[in-house]
């Protein structure tokens, strides 16, 4: 989150496991740039502010918050995926999990540092100075984006040569993967509907 970083080559024999505390390779699957003004941004108004309310909100969401980055750090998930327990296999690369933490913190973060706004009503230099810190932020994010572009990619790899008759795009079959897939869909339709139905429910309530 601090450091831009680049993966080199790498030789598919050395790949062991993914995750974000011991390796060191494949970056692209657990690259989260951030930047200064990013991190304390998520640990301040995302998190420090969260859990120091008696109350927070979404209260209910902090212990998956904590489940999903111990699961992410180092080898924790694979003791799950070698339990065989259904559903906990289809996931290669625990690292993608703190994915979910850091967007949950995007939107807690967000959520109190408008609260924040509207207590503190800051004048004209303080606003000039968060747009200004804003800036240094989209600037971070921009060098982040130029590493990892595609002509940076191909000068550390490389070409590899396409030979027509031996080079195709093909499927394989996962059925795990595609269990995963399917019961993730039908949760996220069936929870749709139902808050749908809850916002439909609520407005008539307030209409009566």
Not at 3 to 16: C, K
Not at 28 to 56: A, C, Q, R, S, T
Not at 60 to 75: K, T
Not at 101 to 109: A, D, F, K, N, Q
Request: charged content about 10%.
């Amino acid at each position: 989150m601090l450091f831009l970083r680049r993966d080199a080559p790498v030789n598919q024999a050395d790949i062991l496991q993914y995750n974000i505390w011991f390796y060191t390779k494949l970056q692209w699957e657990f690259n989260f740039y951030l930047g200064l003004i990013g991190v304390f941004f998520l640990l301040f108004f995302g998190l420090f502010l969260w859990l120091k309310k008696p109350d927070p909100i979404y209260k209910q969401l902090i212990a998956p918050f904590f489940i999903l980055v111990a699961c992410s750090i180092g080898s924790t998930y694979w003791l799950l995926k070698l339990s065989n327990i259904p559903l906990l296999g289809s996931e290669r690369v625990s690292a993608r999990m703190i994915s979910l933490p850091v967007v949950l913190l995007m939107i807690i973060g967000t959520i109190n540092f408008q609260n924040w706004l509207n207590q503190k009503r800051p004048g004209e230099w303080q606003l000039l100075t968060y747009i200004s810190m804003l800036i240094l932020f989209a600037i971070d994010l921009y060098n982040n984006l130029r590493v990892w572009r595609i002509s940076e990619s191909a000068s550390f790899f490389g070409s590899t040569p396409l030979n027509p008759a031996g080079s195709l795009i093909a499927n394989h079959t996962d059925p795990a993967y595609i269990l995963f897939i399917t019961i993730g869909l039908i949760l996220t339709i069936f929870t749709s509907v139902l808050l749908t139905l809850l916002v439909i429910r609520e407005k008539n309530a307030s209409s009566v």
